[in-house]
């Protein structure tokens, strides 16, 4: 069985992102770790800054409030294997650690920003979307689940792992009967035709995707991440997929130089697939 982590700090946001991932697992056949990792708080204000509690009393913290955590999930998802982990370190050394443990499918994250607010994602987030070894799932903090159905993979086909991108999409999607959207933006000055595109697309994509083709979109546009916003809001998407390398967006997203248009635009759960995650 497939197994999900999702990161929590047992914020509401990070609640948020933990339901949202129990309904995930149900639907894809998974089960669930939730993982917290402490640290100790140091007082400052001494010649010799010390810790303001020792080890024992940060885990018996940590202990108590995952717990009650648990205790809220089980009863309403009585069907999911629900499995809580707690360490000592910093998040980002945490999920790593796990993720070279248990091979998750995906970790999913809260983001601590909003929709309304131009911070949409925060550190932890974006190096865990560019560096981690497996996929990374954000969830928006006003996400509310319902199972994608329609997912948008933003890509322009010059990577040469995008076939292994593809495989990596149906391994998360494979019981979600689920379309792949692939979006390519091309330049203004360009000229195309959709039957020369497609084939592009279809020889970049080999037999990645068994379970059925993908629908191509081709747009013109010399800004891409406003086309990657305008086709979000014309389509019903519920996931957009993104190669962190491949695209500029998720640095754009932490900066207050991005206009609030997109940030609303994409307050959708974001999935990264990085390079390390496909061993280049």
């Not at 024992?56 to 009585?78: R, S, V």
């Not at 035709?193 to 379970?211: K, Y």
Request: proline share 6%; glycine share 4%; aromatic share 6%.
């Amino acid at each position: 069985m497939s197994t999900i982590i999702v990161a929590t700090d047992f914020s509401t946001t990070a609640t948020n992102a933990v339901h949202y991932a129990c309904q995930l697992a149900i639907d894809i056949k998974a089960k669930l770790i939730v993982s917290h990792c402490f640290t100790l708080p140091i007082v400052i204000g001494s010649d010799m800054p010390m810790p303001a509690m020792t080890a024992n009393e940060g885990k018996e913290l940590a202990d108590t409030a995952m717990i009650d955590l648990i205790n809220t999930l089980q009863p309403i998802y009585p069907s999911l294997e629900i499995i809580s982990e707690i360490r000592f370190g910093e998040v980002l050394d945490v999920l790593q650690e796990l993720i070279e443990e248990i091979s998750p499918l995906l970790v999913i994250m809260g983001n601590k920003g909003t929709a309304n607010h131009y911070f949409w994602m925060d550190n932890n987030m974006v190096e865990a979307m560019r560096d981690f070894s497996v996929p990374v799932l954000g969830i928006p903090a006003s996400a509310i689940y319902k199972a994608p159905k329609a997912v948008c993979f933003a890509s322009d086909f010059s990577n040469k792992n995008i076939a292994s991108i593809e495989q990596q999409l149906q391994n998360i999607l494979k019981n979600l009967n689920a379309t792949i959207h692939i979006l390519t933006i091309v330049p203004e000055d360009y000229e195309f035709s959709n039957e020369q595109m497609t084939l592009i697309a279809d020889a970049a994509l080999g037999e990645a995707i068994p379970t059925g083709k993908p629908i191509y979109h081709f747009q013109k546009g010399n800004h891409v991440n406003r086309e990657i916003a305008s086709f979000i809001q014309e389509h019903p998407i519920e996931w957009l997929v993104l190669m962190p390398h491949q695209h500029p967006l998720l640095e754009q997203l932490f900066t207050t130089s991005h206009t609030e248009t997109l940030v609303k635009a994409i307050d959708i759960p974001l999935l990264a697939i990085s390079e390390a995650t496909l061993g280049s």
